[in-house]
């Protein structure tokens, strides 16, 4: 499969829009990587001291070649692999993608996707899935699951990965790291945040290769200090702080060196910053060095040899034994390596690996089309069961996570929840089976998507399709439902003559949009000419339903139509889609799902536009100015003062709610100074200070509506005049599902901790409380704030 890191598929990506110019004014300020160095070493803290005992002593009975062995990656059974050594009881690491299912394997489930989870607004649902992953990523025998994604974070509307990672707010991308590690290691799991850090577009996210060498360096993300700590670290810092046991380091270059071997990122960043004590991997084909990138930060290359360009799978690592000879000529401090060794094994120990862990289902390695057998370097024996079923009753899950997922944009009169309808008709290619195979990496025409392509894909087991589902359910009211399924013929026929024998009660539009890794966007329209689609069925239907099945944001040109009468995004549900949306649709669910991103008004609105072309042979010619600093999604448009369609943060429900009562108190025992106070030693999150809470603010949240349901009060934070130019007209800071009856109250309450009220100064290098009143304000979504007040926290 040809999917992965090959930077021509990239290319093949049609020009989108600017051509950025290296500006080299810009150029002094940043683009530019200073170096940090050496290595930290880890030290275990945050309770991981036990374990680093343990890996110290493991690592003392190694001998250079075996060490060289636990940095680099081989062929074998899965898409990652560290070897046993069977002396010491170490059975090797088995590493399976990816963010919403273990992928290369049989019997396991299709979970939502991020950007489906992260609509949901809800942390135990959060939690609840990556629970639920992770059981199966180690009953097939993973230790270490490629997971969870907060990079790319969203800069761009276009990207081809967004769907995969969560929300380009990092308060709530944040939130969404934070509860699948933890719930993915319960399991005793190693997750992997990924991809850090900058991995903002596809395009040119490899470099350019002629006859094995470089011809064009990948795409330089260029960002400053203050926008990398306020916006692409910050939910990396909550990964870091729950504990997660490995980072990925990603493809492209930051500021001009590449992220695998960037000291500032891994060793600055990552390492000394956020205390991080496990490990970072490179992806799969990331690392362009050996000793620089070791003396970078980076632990292990994966998947070792690069397998790519002409090179055979396990030959050519920059790592594997040149790491010995680096050692033994003296161009590698022997302690590095120590260090790389101890920082993959202390999760290991820590997570209780060496007890019991399942070995690898040997289904699993059939199935793993990146390093197939005859590529494997040598005999790996396979002996446990074969094709073990790990779904237990996760259907249920992704059923109910994909319905509590799903957005409700638009419903005029009550068109739903569907009140017993008689005649449905159903249109659209996203409503039907999969025509094209269940593990699926291109964008078919007919079929319902339920996950983007690549790395971050799964492999269905069973399909729950919208049709499929509306049948089931309508027939308990003895209606008719008719399907037209060709895009092509509904959007140019004049649907009268479509043999539909009489007025429909209820016209239902599918749509999709694919999105894939290696690709960015081309468009944000609805594919397979779904605009066309919409415009055709409500000329001719005055109750037109549409809902899509999209990686991210669409523009939604008919959205005003007055025939459509409502339009629900459902993301990529996973396994369940059909089940989730008729629980919608027929109202057993009441619709509580939240935009995670805007959907602008028109699509020439969005900025942050990735780079799609080059019109230079330079090398250094592929360079991503992040000009728009902060001001990304919702919080461009604010400071734009801009309309929008549909708002960050928006989404109805078929109740209402009041908000009353915003009250505030602070936590702190004495007067807050403007900075924290000095950390004595390092820790995992960065400055424990920075994770205080210094202000607990209370609101009352009423259902005064008819029906039960959930909404999500959303707490935005206004920074004073004081705080430097370019802070964000209001930024999320506190979110909260909760579930009411029909005239219930119920009091909900933010904690905001230090880390909520303060920014990043760069001539300090610390985070600063700016002086004066903030305004706080609780609403429904990012502009529908009810009830606002202020607090001075310094
Ligand atoms: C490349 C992708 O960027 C990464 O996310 C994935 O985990 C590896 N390939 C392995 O498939």
């Not at 081809?160 to 934070?178: C, H, I, K, Q």
């Not at 309309?643 to 009562?661: C, I, N, P, Q």
């Not at 920074?719 to 909900?748: I, N």
């Not at 290098?765 to 305004?775: L, M």
């Amino acid at each position: 499969m040809l999917y992965s890191f090959l930077s021509a598929a990239a290319l093949l990506a049609p020009a989108l829009a600017v051509v950025q110019p290296l500006n080299t004014t810009i150029l002094g300020q940043y683009g530019h990587s200073p170096a940090v160095y050496p290595s930290p070493n880890a030290t275990g803290a945050g309770g991981w001291e036990e374990a680093l005992a343990k890996a110290k002593e493991f690592t003392a009975q190694l001998t250079a070649a075996e060490k060289a062995d636990m940095v680099t990656g081989k062929p074998g059974p899965c898409v990652g692999n560290i070897v046993a050594i069977p002396r010491l009881g170490f059975g090797g690491l088995c590493l399976q993608d990816g963010p919403l299912a273990i992928r290369t394997v049989d019997y396991a489930s299709v979970f939502p996707a991020g950007v489906t989870t992260a609509a949901s607004f809800d942390r135990k649902l959060m939690y609840e899935r990556g629970a639920a992953m992770g059981a199966e990523f180690r009953g097939k025998g993973a230790q270490v699951a490629l997971s969870p994604v907060a990079g790319p974070l969203g800069r761009s509307a276009y990207a081809g990965r967004n769907w995969e990672g969560f929300s380009p707010d990092p308060y709530l991308t944040g939130v969404a790291m934070e509860e699948t590690i933890t719930g993915l290691q319960s399991n005793g799991l190693q997750a992997c945040a990924k991809h850090w850090i900058g991995n903002e577009q596809e395009t040119q996210r490899n470099p350019t290769y002629k006859n094995g060498s470089i011809v064009q360096e990948s795409i330089s993300a260029n960002i400053d200090d203050r926008t990398m700590h306020e916006l692409y670290m910050w939910p990396f810092a909550n990964a870091v702080r729950a504990g997660v046991a490995s980072v990925m380091c990603s493809y492209q270059r930051l500021n001009g060196s590449y992220a695998c071997e960037n000291s500032k990122a891994l060793n600055g960043y990552l390492k000394e910053e956020l205390g991080f004590q496990g490990y970072v991997m490179s992806d799969w084909g990331a690392t362009h060095s050996g000793v620089p990138s070791i003396e970078a930060g980076l632990d292990m290359n994966m998947p070792g040899g690069l397998g790519l360009y002409g090179l055979t799978f396990g030959e050519a690592s920059d790592f594997g034994g040149n790491v010995t000879i680096a050692v033994n000529n003296g161009t590698l401090d022997a302690s590095r390596v120590d260090d790389m060794v101890i920082r993959i094994m202390t999760p290991y120990f820590f997570l209780g690996q060496d007890k019991d862990y399942p070995t690898v289902d040997p289904s699993s390695a059939d199935l793993n089309t990146f390093s197939p057998k005859d590529t494997w370097f040598r005999e790996y024996v396979l002996n446990g069961t074969r094709s073990r079923d790990v779904r237990a009753d996760h259907g249920a899950l992704i059923r109910k996570h994909g319905a509590e997922s799903t957005v409700l944009l638009k419903n005029v009169d009550n068109a739903l929840p569907l009140k017993s309808p008689k005649i449905i008709s159903v249109f659209g290619n996203d409503a039907s089976e999969d025509t094209q195979g269940f593990y699926n990496q291109v964008d078919f025409e007919y079929g319902t998507l339920v996950a983007g392509g690549g790395s971050g894909t799964g492999r269905l087991t069973y399909l729950i399709t919208p049709l499929e589902a509306i049948k089931a359910r309508a027939s308990k009211d003895g209606a008719l439902v008719q399907q037209w399924l060709n895009n092509t013929l509904v959007a140019t026929s004049d649907i009268s003559t479509l043999a539909i024998p009489e007025t429909p009660s209820v016209c239902l539009v599918f749509l999709k949009t694919w999105a894939e890794e290696a690709a960015d966007r081309v468009s944000l329209e609805l594919d397979w000419d779904g605009n066309d689609v919409v415009e055709s069925v409500a000329s001719y239907c005055n109750n037109t339903i549409v809902v899509t099945h999209s990686s991210g944001i669409n523009d939604l040109p008919w959205a005003d139509h007055e025939n459509v009468t409502a339009i629900l995004a459902a993301h990529y549900p996973g396994q369940e889609s059909g089940n989730s949306i008729v629980d919608i649709l027929y109202g057993d669910v009441n619709p509580s799902g939240k935009l995670p991103y805007t959907i602008a008004l028109s699509n020439d609105d969005y900025n942050g536009l990735p780079t799609t072309a080059v019109n230079s042979t330079d090398p250094d010619a592929w360079q991503a100015w992040f000009e728009e600093k902060l001001e990304i999604d919702y919080r461009f448009f604010d400071a734009q003062n801009m309309s929008v369609r549909y708002e960050f943060g928006f989404g109805l429900s078929y109740s209402t709610f009041e908000l009353s009562d915003l009250a505030m108190s602070s936590c702190a025992s004495a007067n807050v100074s403007a900075t924290p106070a000095p950390q004595s030693a390092t820790t995992p999150g960065g400055n424990p200070a920075l994770w205080e809470n210094l202000y607990n603010i209370t609101v009352t949240l009423k259902n005064t509506g008819d029906v039960a349901g959930a909404t999500v009060p959303q707490l935005y934070l206004s920074y004073p005049d004081s705080a430097p130019a370019g802070t964000p007209p209001k930024q999320l800071r506190g979110f909260e599902k909760v579930m009411l009856e029909s005239g219930e109250s119920e009091s909900v309450s933010f904690e905001l901790m230090r880390r909520d009220f303060s920014y990043w100064d760069v001539s300090s290098q610390e985070w600063v409380i700016p002086a004066g009143e903030f305004g706080v304000s609780v609403g429904f979504s990012s502009r529908d704030l009810k009830v606002v007040g202020s607090v001075s926290v310094v």
